[in-house]
């Protein structure tokens, strides 16, 4: 059984989508960070830098934070969605790496700067936009020669996918990166993604 402690944000959905692909039983603990219940003690006991997702797999007694981590345990314990053969294992890390250090982080600070910032920068806006949407190309450019963004599917599309879902809420869209918009479509009709996107 495996603790998941999350919340509804895109780094959260990752752990659910990868729990619900490789079908292994957990149970929910909502973490509130507009209430900032990531800063209590206990979970600060879980996860000492009070960011979410986080794991403990009672089965192990290992806890896990940091969503790329949880991915990288739970494709290992698992033995799915991450190759064997050296080459391939590490294309899919590089790409889980691509989007812990580009597409998060951009995209997050898009979000902040266009949606909730108290004063409306216009430099801020326009640099984080104009990032994200080069980073469409970047997704755009590797989808048109791959059905997944390594070929398989993998870790790397289950961190990637719920940070391209919040397009809309970006007031962005997809339709000028084709490749990008086909996967993204054939991975929404995926049954795990769906639950996963659901949780909490």
Same mark, same amino acid.
């Given at each position: 059984?495996?603790?998941?402690?999350?919340?509804?944000?895109?780094?959260?959905?990752?752990?659910?989508?990868?729990?619900?692909?490789?079908?292994?039983?957990?149970?929910?603990?909502?973490?509130?960070?507009?209430?900032?219940?990531?800063?209590?003690?206990?979970?600060?006991?879980?996860?000492?830098?009070?960011?979410?997702?986080?794991?403990?797999?009672?089965?192990?007694?290992?806890?896990?934070?940091?969503?790329?981590?949880?991915?990288?345990?739970?494709?290992?314990?698992?033995?799915?969605?991450?190759?064997?053969?050296?080459?391939?294992?590490?294309?899919?890390?590089?790409?889980?790496?691509?989007?812990?250090?580009?597409?998060?982080?951009?995209?997050?600070?898009?979000?902040?700067?266009?949606?909730?910032?108290?004063?409306?920068?216009?430099? +801020? !806006?326009?640099?984080?936009?104009?990032? *994200? /949407?080069?980073?469409?190309?970047? #997704?755009? %450019?590797?989808? @048109?020669?791959?059905?997944?963004?390594?070929?398989?599917?993998?870790?790397?599309?289950?961190?990637?996918?719920?940070?391209? +879902? !919040?397009?809309?809420?970006?007031?962005? *869209? /997809?339709?000028?990166?084709?490749? #990008?918009? %086909?996967?993204? @479509?054939?991975?929404?009709?995926?049954?795990?993604?769906?639950?996963?996107?659901?949780?909490?």
């Amino acid at each position: 059984m495996i603790d998941l402690y999350t919340f509804s944000t895109p780094n959260g959905r990752k752990a659910s989508i990868m729990l619900e692909e490789v079908e292994l039983p957990y149970t929910v603990h909502v973490i509130d960070i507009t209430k900032g219940e990531q800063f209590s003690p206990e979970f600060v006991a879980i996860n000492p830098n009070s960011k979410i997702p986080a794991i403990i797999d009672r089965e192990t007694d290992i806890t896990v934070f940091e969503s790329g981590a949880i991915l990288i345990y739970l494709a290992e314990k698992t033995e799915r969605l991450m190759p064997v053969n050296q080459r391939d294992r590490f294309r899919v890390i590089e790409w889980l790496m691509f989007q812990m250090g580009s597409i998060g982080p951009m995209f997050g600070q898009l979000n902040h700067f266009k949606r909730f910032a108290p004063e409306k920068l216009t430099y +801020a !806006i326009e640099r984080y936009e104009n990032e *994200t /949407l080069r980073l469409y190309g970047v #997704l755009d %450019r590797q989808l @048109a020669n791959h059905e997944y963004i390594c070929g398989e599917y993998s870790i790397a599309d289950v961190a990637t996918f719920p940070w391209v +879902a !919040i397009y809309n809420f970006q007031e962005l *869209t /997809l339709d000028g990166h084709p490749h #990008l918009k %086909r996967w993204y @479509a054939q991975l929404q009709e995926r049954p795990a993604v769906q639950r996963g996107m659901q949780v909490p």
